[in-house]
Nanobody, 117 residues
């Protein structure tokens, strides 16, 4: 059974930082593209960042580019997302997603990030 479990969310003041983690089990982690998505209330879920199976290639959506870093540890089946200079508009549920080259897709249940003073 595949499980993706996110952690690290919480309440942060504007300008602060968060480090989100996703721990995977039940899949060949090193064969999957891993991604972070976010979904704010009333909005569509959107891609935040992604990283290829080797960790050698990354992608960042424009709204986090320059203030975030995605990484993975294939030995530990873990992916992380560091976001700095947090803004109130970053408030959302952040989801971990695993995608294989064959198209298999798995989602975590999400972790809430609230940016507020």
């Amino acid at each position: 059974q595949v499980q993706l479990v996110e952690s690290g969310g919480g309440l942060v003041q504007p300008g602060g930082s968060l480090r989100l983690s996703c721990v995977a089990s039940g899949l060949a982690f090193g064969s999957y593209v891993m991604s972070w998505y976010c979904q704010a209330p009333g909005k569509e879920r959107e891609l935040v960042a992604s990283i290829d199976p080797t960790g050698g290639s990354t992608y960042y959506n424009n709204f986090v580019k320059g203030r975030s870093s995605i990484s993975r540890d294939n030995a530990g089946n873990t992916m992380t997302l560091q976001i700095d200079a947090l803004k109130p508009e970053d408030t959302a549920v952040y989801y971990c997603k695993a995608t294989s080259f064959r198209g298999s897709t798995y989602w975590g249940r999400g972790t809430q990030v609230t940016v507020s003073s």
